[in-house]
């Protein structure tokens, strides 16, 4: 059997199955909701045998017919970029469900439901090499986190789903539309196939009509990041989500664009993407400094790591549109720590409100006293999101440095200023919020970190360190797709990636 099926549909039986679970015992159904999406999580990390042991090319490969007419094929594989997305996934959804313990305490069938349903949706994203049916997946994750916002969000609950859905709809109209031309052009969905005609000339896509379907893929696929300016809904849904939502929408939903941009605009259109560069890698540095510069004036907690995220996934658009090595190896690894890092600050915002019943930051102040360990994660947290060396995003954010040094050192200096800044305004959060006098309803309600609160979030403070120092578990398999896609995209590959690559690359960045 094939183990990416049974981790790809397992999440869907889970679905179904909780949607049969009685309404009247809550407690059920948030068992079956956490052992379930462990077990996936565990089955999960057999995917990444073979990228550990230095496979190339795709694996766990299912490619059969689904529909006939137009010709569309269940196919999904994985390789050493997805494969980690995947597991980031996996990963999440457990964590999700706990951190739900005891703030959902109403519809809690359908939220565990939703739940399961969203990673069925993003694990088929990361796998799907059928245009449509990574089409189908992409709008299957659509909907369950516009719920998610809707019914378990706060006061402005309503306006920012709908907001989060026009948009996302909106970019995903345009991509429908450029891919019936492509099947209309090619008779196929299949993107191995396509990427073969492309490269023997039987599929001709050039000048303007490149750039127009280029065009349509990158806008449903900016607005995802989101790329400044399609940035404006991200806010809103992050300040009106349940804490679950935010995480899973920070660390997972937004990597769908960056994936999407280094899966299909790199490949399929490469004339259209590298004359598009420059005023794309513009954008990025204007959302990196723009973000950086809207967080330090916010006086909500969640609104600041909004717009934090803005800021740091500028810098994965820059790492792509460097064409270079290590810009892709630097973005792909940014993706990854941005998961991890910013859905912890999410996740410890989760645990402020839980106790305080407010985001902004004027209400807090001198948290360290009562909650010791709390202000100590919190911490540990905001410097791996800043990109303290040893910790996970340094590593990426070097990465991406180097590669856009590489090409126009302007960039870099330009991009390195948001570096700066986020130690400004992420520190400065810090300060306000945990040191100082605890005033009287700090003291009264702020405890320290429970045991399941513990549980949930040291898997990925571990993870922070091991991605800071031990990059080597990541970067080999990362670096031989990412090889893969400049291939494809025509661009001169200065060096092919190997084992001693990557290391060469961290020890620069030592």
């Known amino acids: 059997m094939n183990l990416l099926l049974v981790v790809l549909f397992l999440p869907l039986a889970g679905f179904l199955a909780t949607l049969l679970l009685p309404k009247d015992n809550p407690r059920l159904v948030r068992g079956l909701a956490l052992v379930l999406s462990l077990a996936i999580f565990v089955l999960s990390l057999g995917l990444a045998l073979p990228a550990v042991r230095g496979a190339q090319g795709f694996w766990f490969e299912a490619n059969v017919p689904w529909i006939q007419s137009p010709a569309i094929r269940f196919h999904?594989?994985?390789?050493?970029?997805?494969?980690?997305?995947?597991?980031?996934?996996?990963?999440?959804?457990?964590?999700?469900?706990?951190?739900?313990?005891?703030?959902?305490?109403?519809?809690?069938?359908?939220?565990?439901?939703?739940?399961?349903?969203?990673?069925?949706?993003?694990?088929?994203?990361?796998?799907?090499?059928?245009?449509?049916?990574?089409?189908?997946?992409?709008?299957?994750?659509?909907?369950?986190?516009y719920f998610l916002i809707g019914i378990w969000g706060h006061e402005r609950r309503i306006y920012a789903a709908v907001k989060f859905f026009l948009f996302t709809m909106a970019g995903s109209v345009l991509m429908l539309a450029a891919m019936l031309y492509i099947y209309n052009s090619t008779g196929t969905f299949d993107y191995p196939t396509l990427l073969a005609m492309h490269a023997d000339g039987r599929w001709h896509a050039e000048g303007a009509e490149q750039m127009w379907l280029f065009l349509a893929f990158f806008a449903a696929f900016a607005i995802k990041v989101p790329l400044f300016p399609l940035h404006t809904w991200l806010p809103d849904a992050h300040v009106e989500a349940p804490t679950a939502g935010s995480v899973m929408l920070a660390s997972v939903m937004l990597k769908m664009g960056t994936y999407g941009l280094l899966r299909f605009c790199l490949p399929m259109f490469p004339n259209a993407a590298r004359r598009s560069a420059g005023w794309i890698v513009a954008l990025a540095i204007v959302g990196i400094i723009y973000g950086a510069l809207v967080a330090m004036v916010q006086p909500n907690m969640k609104k600041l790591v909004a717009y934090s995220s803005v800021s740091h996934l500028g810098f994965v658009v820059l790492g792509i549109f460097t064409f270079t090595q290590a810009g892709l190896d630097g973005a792909v690894y940014q993706m990854l720590n941005h998961g991890i890092s910013t859905g912890a600050l999410f996740m410890l915002v989760g645990y402020l409100y839980e106790r305080r019943h407010s985001l902004e930051i004027a209400d807090y102040g001198g948290i360290s006293t009562p909650a010791p360990w709390l202000a100590t994660?919190?911490?540990?947290?905001?410097?791996?999101?800043?990109?303290?060396?040893?910790?996970?995003?340094?590593?990426?954010?070097?990465?991406?440095?180097?590669?856009?040094?590489?090409?126009?050192?302007?960039?870099?200096?330009?991009?390195?200023?948001?570096v700066i800044l986020s130690a400004v305004y992420m520190l400065w959060m810090v300060q306000r919020a945990f040191y100082g006098e605890a005033g009287e309803e700090v003291r009264h309600h702020m405890r320290d970190l429970d045991r399941r609160e513990w549980a949930a979030i040291l898997p990925l403070i571990v993870l922070m360190v091991w991605m800071g120092t031990a990059a080597m578990t990541f970067l080999p398999s990362i670096g031989a797709s990412n090889a893969r896609t400049l291939q494809q995209s025509a661009v001169k590959v200065e060096f092919q990636v190997q084992a001693a690559t990557p290391q060469k690359e961290l020890a620069d960045a030592r």
């Open 76 to 145: 999904v594989a994985l390789d050493g970029v997805s494969v980690w997305l995947v597991l980031l996934s996996t990963l999440l959804t457990p964590i999700a469900v706990l951190i739900s313990w005891k703030h959902i305490g109403r519809r809690v069938k359908e939220f565990h439901a939703f739940l399961l349903l969203l990673e069925f949706g993003l694990v088929g994203v990361f796998v799907a090499l059928d245009l449509f049916l990574f089409y189908v997946f992409w709008e299957i994750s659509l909907v369950p986190m």
């Open 377 to 418: 994660v919190f911490l540990i947290t905001t410097l791996a999101s800043i990109g303290l060396p040893a910790l996970n995003n340094f590593v990426g954010e070097y990465l991406v440095l180097q590669g856009s040094a590489q090409v126009n050192f302007r960039w870099t200096v330009f991009a390195a200023t948001g």
